[in-house]
C-alpha cells in the first residue's frame, strides 16, 4: 500500500518507522525533511494517509481525504471534532469507500489483548471494580509546548487511551464517567486527573504527567479470581497475572506472564490498518463518538468545578 506520513513530529517518525517501504511522501509545513508543506502539493500516486497533526488539523484534512477516497489512520484524541463534523466524514466515507480509523496502538499491547480474551472467556466471573492508572513525566514538555499546554491536557491525551482501554475490553460501559479529582501542579491544563464510573462494575481511571518513570497498571477483581496488568512493552518488562479465588479464603494460585521485548504495537496496528484498507473496512471512526462524547463531558465539569 502507497502511504504519505501528514506530520512529521514524534509520532510520525513512529508511523514512518513502522511503515517502511510503503510511503511515497511525508508531509509538513516546518519540518526541513519534508518533501512537501501541504497535503493538496503531494504529487505522488497514494492509498493511504497517516495523519500525525495537531488536533486543531485534523478535521479539514480528514474530510479533504475521505472525499478524495484517500483511507486515512489519524492519531487519537479526536475531541476538537464535535458529533456532527464526525458523521459527516463518516458519511462522506461511506460514499466514497474510504476507510477511516483512528490508532490506539495500545489495543495491540500483547496483555491487553490477553486481558480482553480472558474477559471474554467469563473465567473471571462477575466483574466488581476495574482501576487503570497511566503516568508519564511529560508535564514539562508540556508546558513548554507551543500548542499541547491548554484545554483538558492530561484528560485528553492519556485520558482518550485509557477509555478506548475501557471500550475495547468491556464495551460502553452502563454508568457514565464524572471527573472526581483534577489538578494543575505544574501546567496550565490539567497534569492529573480521576475519573470514575460508579455502576454495578466500578472504574476508575487516573492519569497524570508527572510519573517520573513513565508506568502503566490495571487490576481487575471479580467474583473468581482478579487480573493485573503491569507496565507497557515500550516502558518493560511488563507482566499479566491472573490470579484464581481461593474459597472461603486464602493464598490464591497465580499464572503470570512477563514479556522483555521492544514495543511491538505501532508495526501490529499498521498491518492492521492495511489489512481494513484492503478489505474495505470497517473502520473505527463510531467508537469516537463515545469517547469524544465522554471527554467533552469531562472538561465541562473541570470548567463546572472552577467557576
Not at 475531541?79 to 464526525?86: A, G, P
Not at 514538555?141 to 491548554?150: G, I, M, N, P
Not at 475501557?166 to 464524572?178: K, L, R, S, T
Request: charged share 20%; aromatic share 8%; proline share 5%.
Amino acid at each position: 500500500m502507497r502511504v504519505i506520513v501528514v506530520g512529521m513530529g514524534v509520532q510520525g517518525g513512529k508511523r514512518i518507522a513502522a511503515a517502511g517501504t510503503d510511503v511515497v511522501a511525508t508531509v509538513d509545513p516546518v519540518a526541513p525533511g519534508a518533501r512537501y508543506r501541504q497535503l493538496d502539493d503531494v504529487q505522488e500516486d497514494f492509498e493511504a494517509a497517516l495523519l500525525c497533526v495537531p488536533d486543531s488539523a485534523k478535521p479539514s484534512l480528514m474530510l479533504s481525504l475521505a472525499r478524495r477516497g484517500k483511507h486515512f489512520l489519524v492519531e487519537k484524541p479526536l475531541v476538537t471534532i464535535d458529533d456532527e463534523s464526525l458523521h459527516h466524514i463518516m458519511k462522506i466515507a461511506g460514499e466514497t469507500g474510504t476507510v477511516c480509523y483512528t490508532a490506539y496502538n495500545h489495543r495491540f499491547e500483547p496483555h491487553f489483548v490477553r486481558m480482553k480474551a480472558l474477559i471474554d472467556s467469563g473465567d473471571l466471573g462477575r466483574l466488581y471494580s476495574v482501576r487503570l492508572f497511566y503516568g508519564n513525566g511529560t508535564a514539562r514538555l508540556v508546558r513548554e509546548s507551543a500548542w499541547r499546554d491548554h484545554g483538558g491536557g492530561v484528560l485528553f491525551d492519556l485520558g482518550s487511551h485509557l477509555l478506548d482501554t475501557i471500550h475495547f475490553w468491556f464495551g460502553v460501559p452502563a454508568a457514565p464517567f464524572e471527573l472526581t479529582t483534577i489538578n494543575r501542579f505544574e501546567n496550565k491544563s490539567p497534569d492529573h486527573a480521576i475519573a470514575t464510573s460508579a455502576g454495578a462494575m466500578n472504574i476508575q481511571l487516573e492519569m497524570t504527567m508527572l510519573s517520573w518513570r513513565n508506568h502503566f497498571t490495571c487490576d481487575i477483581l471479580a467474583e473468581k479470581g482478579s487480573a493485573h496488568i503491569e507496565s507497557l512493552c515500550k516502558w518493560g518488562p511488563t507482566t499479566f497475572r491472573h490470579r484464581t479465588r481461593i474459597l472461603p479464603s486464602g493464598r490464591p494460585p497465580e499464572k503470570a506472564t512477563t514479556l522483555v521485548q521492544d514495543d511491538p504495537t505501532w508495526a501490529i496496528e499498521y498491518a492492521h490498518f492495511k489489512a481494513i484498507c484492503g478489505s474495505g473496512g470497517p473502520g473505527n471512526l463510531a467508537n469516537d463518538l463515545w469517547v469524544n462524547a465522554t471527554l467533552r463531558s469531562l472538561a465541562a465539569s473541570i470548567e463546572a468545578k472552577e467557576n
